[in-house]
Each structure stands twice: as C-alpha cells, then as structure tokens.
Nanobody
Framework: QVQLVESGGDLVQAGGSLRLSCAAS????????MGWYRQAPGKQRELVAV???????HYGDFVEGRFTIARDNAKNTVYLHMNSLKPEDTAVYYC????????????????WGQGTQVTVSS
C-alpha cells in the first residue's frame, strides 16, 4: 500500500510562515511529480505548486514568490515553505504525487494525502 501523509498545518497570523511536509510511504519504486493543492470552503481545489523528480517547479499565479516547494528524493518527501501568509491562504492543503509502486504490474498512479488545515488569521 502506498500512502501520502501530510503534516505542518496550523493556525498562524497574517504575515507569518509555515512549512508543510508530505511523506510518501509503502512499496514504492519511483516517484515522478509531487505537488501541493489547496481547497478553501466553497471553492474548487487549485494547484499551489508542483515539483518534478528532477527539481523543476511550477507555482500557481497567486503564490507570487511567497511559497517554495522542495523535495528530498531519498526520503520520498515534499515540502512547502510558505511565507507572508494571507487570510486568503486559509484552506486544506493536499499533497499529490505520481507514484510507481514496486509491484507487478508496475503502473504509475496518482495519489492524494488526507489534507492538512492551514488557517491564517487577520
């Protein structure tokens, strides 16, 4: 079984910082893209940031240089460093990854974590 487990969500004041972590575990052969999405109440889930296995990154337009995505391939972990947080960043943040399990057939599948709550107070 492959699973993604997020941590690091918290209540923080506007202007503050948080670091989210997401660790992939299980019978993993390889991981391609890893990323973060978020969903605020009443809104659609949106891309925050994604990073390839080679380190290429892409961010949602709203990030505006405030967030940084990084990964540790040896630990199968992706991080999201968030600075200058705004109340509109309040959402459940979900980890996402394309993972090829160490099974036969080894079909790459897309996995989601359970989500971690980030709340930014004004």
């Amino acid at each position: 079984q492959v699973q993604l487990v997020e941590s690091g969500g918290d209540l923080v004041q506007a202007g503050g910082s948080l670091r989210l972590s997401c660790a992939a575990s299980g019978n993993i052969f390889s991981i391609n893209d890893m990323g973060w999405y978020r969903q605020a109440p009443g809104k659609q889930r949106e891309l925050v940031a994604v990073i390839s296995s080679g380190g290429s990154t892409h961010y949602g337009d709203f990030v505006e240089g405030r967030f940084t995505i990084a990964r540790d391939n040896a630990k199968n972990t992706v991080y999201l460093h968030m600075n200058s947080l705004k109340p509109e960043d309040t959402a459940v943040y979900y980890c996402n990854a394309d993972i090829r399990p160490r099974v036969v057939p080894a079909t790459t599948k897309n996995y989601w974590g359970q989500g971690t709550q980030v709340t930014v107070s004004s």
